[in-house]
């Protein structure tokens, strides 16, 4: 009658997983404990005698190119390391960032491209950022094509001639015209306009992510088949493929001004640092160095190679480059 | 696995068939109709060719559009003196903060003053192991176990931990908000009525339209992540539910309250039980929806695989970026067949026999001592906390091989066949794409409006064409009407080579097992898989154009698609198909002549089904080339000027899809109609 309750099976599954499970807990038994060797490296290093003020806590917005992804993990290192603050590294979308300013989750953005409209609203109107001067690199926004064009037609850099190449660029999408590559919707463009005014047989066409424009550059590249488009530097891309400007007739300031007229190049951006008046008037030490920090486009595409081409971890692309360069992260120490 | 499959396939027609045996004259000839209908409309076109098209430029806003800046821009200003933020928003946002930093402190990341989580890797496997067995069976708990340990292989534990504790957390509180909602517009018509435009709504809303001012509302964390994607994955759990609470026989309700028993009772006791199963699909059916959120939410910092996918596609990473999303892919086969075995989990009960009933209880309890023990090694010991790393062996994470095989296929590709799908993509485009593009978008507008409503008259029922007239006429309120004839074509001719791959694959499939049982986990991929991993070896392929998202969206809606026609084509039943053979049918006469018509139903259903999912990748097109209403949504999300226009454009969007889900489903339940006089 009883024996329903006590088959073998029962008894040999629970010896299974009970020799399984002691098995394990006697491994464990030459294993570390947590906390016992693993705090170290996690405990932040505030409190060292170095650091006058406490630093406390940065948010940083690491907004989406590798460009900013270098700033940011040299800053971040830097902030560590010196100054024993707790940083927050928070990915997210320029627009995002700037709200991030006014709800109070974000410090700091170290790459700001131009973004007039979000200064007037956020510095301006909401006062809740400041502008924390320039980042030492200059935004260069320009027309570009794939390097063997510029080698096979070395006339095509001057944007007078283009006219006359129209049809090699021909696609399904630009409809007859020439097509001309926009990329990601994001960054301000003047193309459409610029092509009108120059009276370009050019039509453009909008990729619509960075990603699907420099895929298309690269393929062309890569097949030698045609293409221009819309590009700017400091890019980590340039060092893989390195696209050739075309010219365009010259900015003066105020030829941007109405985009009916356009019929220039575009501005050069003095790429610009945005903090949190929160931060600002923190008395951080941390703000003190973002306020200094300032590096040259070579400089910011030394790490972004690191990490873009070696796969290198953004923390160890600091630490190498911050190795290497010792004097210039001296000085922005410097008091 | 999908997403919107049983949400939107288990939903009762709209409209009853409006095609009764005295119907229109019309109704007897609806081919000729329809083609008559399309000739006049190509004489409108070349006679009236690019008149009164409201064409909008790119770059331009209309004024609406700014209006709807300036509404953001005063909330947004407001924030902190209005009292909904201060009172509501505020505390909605803090206990889920406070959920999900619970499940994340217990699994992903370090919390509790510890260093690390309080369940380390082995104890999360235990747990998983336990939990599936317990309420699954054995084969799914060997899987759950070995897909997660799998994830710590590939080098990803934490970051798959951190998007199983988002995805547990969003999971909850749709569950939470929608079980109860579901049930109670099973119970109520009206309810039922009010609910399904506002579900409608939130499941082809683009994410990308509301994600930024969710960050102005709940502020950039946990909060905004989980629910986001709650707008998305709450909905077919409401739905199924409902669905689920309506298809109780009502003699078993009626049995129920003859007997005496109270509402609460026939509730309780009777219609939630009998509809347990129906509503643990619903469940499914959220996770999976939840799943799919990964990637987009990232865009706002949510932490997990959605950022290893988001890093390397700035790098056009796309090995990394695979290996990212095959770990998003098997976290769903998971969750998927772990919560099909819990539904699955009664029947199962029933056919035990008395000893393995008796068994059980111990069994369970010697489970549980063991995952107990696992518990608390992780918690203890460090080795079972972080999953071990290769570093300082002469091996490597299998991750990097992965991410290097796929690289080495995307190169392969990339270099041999560019030049078969650029010509495909020039002849697509312009033999099918163009002409049909060239139509909406050059016809004048009320000529378009006059043929999409004759249209829905013919092929669905008046009510169908009085939708049509109505979102068409918002469409043409959002300013965005030649983007939207843009986007329409192109969502037209996927859907058109959506349903042909349904066909012939389905077809396959549903004639032969084994071909079902090779291609479903392809298509479970697919569907799973986040596009941004495969965007980029597209462009490569086609190039950055109206194709290449058309490819992009076959690639996503193609497997539902595959799925209803198979089915649809196993369901005919075996009677019919001896007789035809025994006719002597051959093959290809039994695959058109009885099949495909006994399958009618499936494959209405799969063309409406496709046309939703390929309106789904509408904004990812955008990504890639496809321009339109999907740019025009992602430049809304990217740039504060264009807020007000990427809300119309996802308006749009959504009126694009409650007016084709509208005609297709009048179609269907015509079909079904017919065939039952």
Redesign the interface.
Known sequence: MTRIGSPRGVRRTARVALVATFALALAACGGAKVGEDTTSSAAPAAGGSGTAAACGTVNIAINPWVGYEADAAVVAELLQSKLGCTVVKKNLDEQVSWQGFGTGEVDVILENWGHEDLKKKYIEEQKVAVEVGPTGREGKIGWFVVPWMAEKYPDITDSKNLNKYADLFKTSESGGKGQFLDGDPGFVTIDGPLIKNLGLNFKVVYTGSEAALITSFRQAEKEKKPAIGYFYSPQWFLSEVPLVNVKLPEYTAGCDADPKTVACDYPVYNLDKIASAKFATSGSPGYDFVKKFQWTNDDQNVVAKYIAVDKMSPEDAAKKWIADNQAKVDAWFAS | MAVLEAAKTTRPPAAPPAATPTGPVWAAHRGAVVAGVIAVWVVLWALLRNRFTLTL???STTDLHLRINDVR?SI??G?NSNPLFLYVFNEIRLVIDALTNAISGLIAQ?AFG???PLL?W?GVVAVVMFVAWALGNGRVSLLAGAVFVFFGLQGLWTQAMDTLALTLAAVLVSLLIGIPLGVWAGLSDRVNRVLTPVLDFMQTMPTFVY??PL??FF???PASAVIATLIYAAPPAIRITAHGIRSVAPATVEASVALGSTPRQTLFRVLLPVARRTIVLGINQTIMAALSMVTIA????APGLG?NV??A?????VGTAFNAGMSIVLMAIVLDRVTTAMSERVEVARLMT??AI??RP??LG??A??TL??VY?S????????FPTPEGTSLGYIGDDIAGAADAVKDWA?SNL?FFTQTW??VS??WFLDPVEHLLVESPWFVVVAVAVVLSLVIGNVRAAVTTAVCLAVVIGTGLWSDTMTTLAAVLVATVLTVLIGVLVGVWMGRSRGADRAIRPVLDAAQVMPSFVY??PF??LF?????TAIVAAVVYSAPIAIKLVADGIRNVSATTVEAALSAGTSTLQMIRKVQLPMAREALVLATNQGLIYVLSMVVIG??????AL??DV??G??????FGKGLAAGLAIVMLGVMLDRVTQAASGRTGGAKRR
């Not at chain 2, 596609?313 to 990473?317: A, K, N």
């Not at chain 2, 203890?380 to 972080?386: E, G, H, R």
Request: net charge positive; with cysteine; aromatic share 10%.
């Open positions: 430029d790119t770059a821009d947004d200003a924030r370090p510890r260093p690390v380390g082995l994600l930024a960050t102005l502020l950039i964390g990232a865009l706002i910092d950022q988001l890093k596609l700035q790098t056009l990473d008395p000893q008796a068994r111990y069994l010697a489970g001592v063991a023990v696992c090694l918690y203890t010991f460090a080795n079972y906390a972080v990339q560019t993509k020039d485009t312009a965007l980029i462009v490569a190039g950055a154009t109206r194709f955008g990504l890639i080339g496809a321009g999907g740019y992602v430049a999300f990217r740039q504060s000027t264009y």
